[in-house]
């Protein structure tokens, strides 16, 4: 039977303890950190310091340049890039100019947004390719359904929209409940 060396589990120091390196801001030890957000680098010396930095570097690539494109703020070549929340347009010139545009088009319903009466509910996509319908005037007005509307006012409430929900219109105001009766309901 072989012994097993004990000394090599008295070391004070993990081996990966310092491979982080030392905080720029104060000189002591970077370590992983926890937070509600998943894991980052952080100071061991926090609360005094307060220095932390993601744990995976998100850098954004360029993927191609988009000829005969120009940034509308700064007249430098457009990109499509990819970032930590998917494909984008964004100015060749960044970090001095930060114009981006969505990759996805976002179409125009021309239905009037229903709470402002001001904007238009653009058809919109989500980073995690979820469809929905939000008032084109955001941050201003932040209206949004999860159903194509449709600009028919809701003969119960007065809500000027209907949204199709499983090809049936429906009022999108929680407290309604209005559904328009299917065909077979009508002809009956």
């Not at 680098?41 to 120009?70: V, W």
């Not at 970032?83 to 964004?90: E, N």
């Amino acid at each position: 039977m072989s012994k097993i060396d004990h000394s090599l589990f008295e070391a004070h120091e993990h081996a990966l303890e310092h491979q982080y390196g030392p905080c720029p801001d104060c000189g002591k030890e970077l370590r992983i950190r926890n937070s509600k957000s998943g894991p980052f680098i952080g100071c061991s010396g926090y609360p005094q310091c307060h220095y932390a930095k993601p744990l995976h570097d998100n850098h954004t690539t360029t993927l191609k340049i988009i000829e005969d494109s120009h940034c509308p703020d700064c007249g430098s070549p457009m990109a499509i890039k990819k970032g930590r929340y998917g494909m984008f347009i964004g100015c060749t010139n960044f970090p001095a100019c930060h114009h981006i545009e969505n990759a996805k088009p976002q179409t125009d319903t021309s239905v009037t947004c229903p709470k402002c009466h001001e904007g238009h509910l653009l058809d919109r996509t989500n980073k995690y390719g979820k469809r929905f319908f939000a008032c084109n005037r955001y941050p201003q007005c932040r209206y949004v359904v999860n159903f194509a509307p449709f600009e028919k006012t809701c003969p119960d409430c007065g809500w000027t929209i209907l949204v199709e929900k499983k090809g049936r219109l429906v009022c999108p105001q929680p407290l309604c409940g209005y559904k328009e009766p299917d065909s077979d309901e009508k002809s009956e």
